[in-house]
């Protein structure tokens, strides 16, 4: 087995600012970079893979944001990436290594940072073998038709891929167990192997790629998405996907101002990504605005610092969070600030033709349906997802309204029975142990119910959806508020309306 440790950066290069802010190899006695494979190609890097990683990393799970996801089943190949993408929201996860002190220990121990997700067990979970309640609950929705998501939390087709195969295995077994799975990716010379094209051919219209592209440039997107696969190589990916059949989409998020709408040069740089993705073939957009963590490592603080550098914006950060409600844990300034390019992209995406999406909760009301991914409710494989989430209550309230319906809507209009059956800590970390033991019997439901219920809150209805559901009663049978739609407009931003239930 190989080892990381055995590995030296040149110190001019300025992606060192992120090895600097980080020191967790300097802490492990370890060469500057020796943790990052994902810096290899800025830094210069041969980082070296075991023969094989560690089989022991769980791949399924509910997503954390089940409550308005259409697709919260998510799966994940490895426990981590091999590109570096400075926003990644995955850095503010457990499972980033300056954030968690016991994968240190582990990565010491098996000479690798990253684990795999066992083949075997892929396939007992597609076979229905599995008898843990959170199998059980996704049972209840795959039975139905509902497709699951690949790529959550990293890349299915970067360079790990090349090195194990595991996804070589895993649509085969996807085809088999008929499973439609859509797959986030930047891994655009990945699959335009022929060896990989083919793993799709036998059942082509099974599979929905997303692809991740956020700025038009190669050269400004090389800086940003640190070894990944620049635009024009996705775009090839992508027609070549097309043209036997995969269904494809652009995942234009995070939309960041001076990477994503102009740069210097090319002044509607976002139309011309559009017009590009769309001429490679595909057929739908999930758009969102970026949100900045409010709680940031020193690694981190230096990745932002590096991509608002990138952005021609050094204060890009502080700037935003002051356009933010600051008791957010994920930053994402205001409605008015993103409405006029939000805008933009929408009137865009309906002329050239593609089905709309939107994962931004300031303008969920814009989806075309209740899938944020662009999905058409028609499609055989895909029109499947899951209609008991949030999104799909907004959509359905804004097409309510816009017929001249007077619709209201419960917690039990939308209640997901999957998430009273799954236990709110294995959804995400419940913080410390007095939370743990606080919450040790509450289920997902309940807390997502509690959020329905909590007009204050972030997460709630109210402002995480930037005052389009407004409560305006209280259930008389459940307890639970009620809430009906209305028009956002720019007068709107500061009032509110909760008080009237208080």
Known sequence: MQRTNNITISDSDEYLEICEACGVCESLNMNKGSMCAALSKQTQVQFQYPEQFPQTYDGVRFSADAMDCAVPIALDSHSGCSYNCLYCFSNNLQRAFDRNNKLLKTVIDNGSLYKEWPIEKLEKFLARENKDAVSLAMYTMMDQGSPIQLGALGDPFDDLELHSGWARKAIPLFIKYKQPVRISTKGGKVLQRPEYLKLFEKSPEQFWVAWSVICNDDELISKVDVNAPVTSERLKAIQGLSEIGV???????????????????????????????????????????????????????AMYQLMWKAAGNPKFGDWWNEHSNLAETCRRATRTLKYESTMKVYKKAKELG??????????????????????????????????????EVIVQ????????????????????????MVIFSSMISAGNWHNYRRKKYKTWGDQIRDKWNDPKSPRGPYLYFGKVLVP?????????????????????????????LM
């Open 247 to 301: 269904k494809c989409s652009l995942r234009f998020r995070p939309f960041i101002i001076g990477l994503s709408d102009s740069y210097p040069g090319e002044p509607e740089a976002w139309r011309v990504l559009m017009e590009r993705v769309a001429a490679s073939g595909a057929i739908a957009i999930s758009f969102e605005h970026i949100f900045l963590m409010a709680v940031l490592t020193p690694r981190q603080k």
């Open 354 to 391: 593609l089905n709309f999406g939107i994962s931004d909760p300031h303008f969920k009301e814009l989806n075309d349906t209740g899938c944020c991914c662009g999905f058409p409710e028609e499609d055989k494989w895909f029109g499947k997802w899951s209609r008991r989430q949030m999104t």
């Open 397 to 420: 309230a804004r097409k309510a309204y816009e017929r001249g319906e007077k619709r209201t809507f419960t917690y039990n209009d939308w209640r997901p029975a999957w998430a009273h």
């Open 472 to 500: 305006i009663g209280i259930d008389k049978n459940t307890g639970d508020l009620v809430y009906e739609y209305r028009p956002w407009t720019p007068e709107r931003e500061k009032e509110v309306i909760y008080r009237e």
